[in-house]
């Protein structure tokens, strides 16, 4: 047998029929969307970029590949997807900023709610008194 010539093995990667394809957080080349070439490329006619196109799109321009490039490939125009990758950093930057929950600051808003609950409830217990006469009414006997 030549190099050339397999015995069955199979070269590349081998994918059962109905397999699992890779995670969508894949970070290789070989992404899902791109692969079958169905989800990247000008959008037909009354068609709309979806939240996944758009992504798919944004991490092409993170990873370093050419907006001009992409934006003749897509059929977009360049200030578009500029857009779309400064609106993914901004998102990205506040989803880095953002503190875990402190437990203080809940028991801090819950107690600020039922001061305000206590307070309005006054205010209608005063209204109430000052409108009507005696506090408690008597049946005549």
């Known amino acids: 047998m030549d190099e050339n010539e ?3 093995a199979a070269v590349g990667p081998v994918v059962s029929e109905g397999g699992r394809g890779p995670s ?3 970070t290789g080349r070989g ?3 791109g692969s079958g070439g169905a989800v990247l490329g000008p959008l ?3 068609q709309r970029w979806s ?3 758009k992504r798919e799109v944004v991490l092409r321009l993170m990873r370093g590949e050419s907006a001009e490039l992409l934006s003749r490939e897509l ?3 360049l200030f ?3 857009q779309w990758r400064q609106r993914a950093e901004a998102a990205l930057e506040g ?3 953002e503190r875990e929950a402190d437990p203080a600051d809940g028991q801090l808003a819950a107690a600020m709610q039922r001061i305000g609950e206590l307070s309005m409830e006054n205010e209608l217990l005063r209204a109430r008194v000052e409108r009507s006469g005696p506090l408690g009414r008597r049946r005549s006997r």
């Open 6 to 8: 397999h015995d069955g």
């Open 24 to 26: 969508a957080l894949s």
């Open 31 to 33: 992404s899902p969307m």
């Open 44 to 46: 037909a006619s009354g």
């Open 51 to 53: 939240a996944v196109r």
């Open 75 to 77: 059929g977009l125009p």
């Open 80 to 82: 578009k997807l500029e």
């Open 95 to 97: 989803a880095l900023k």
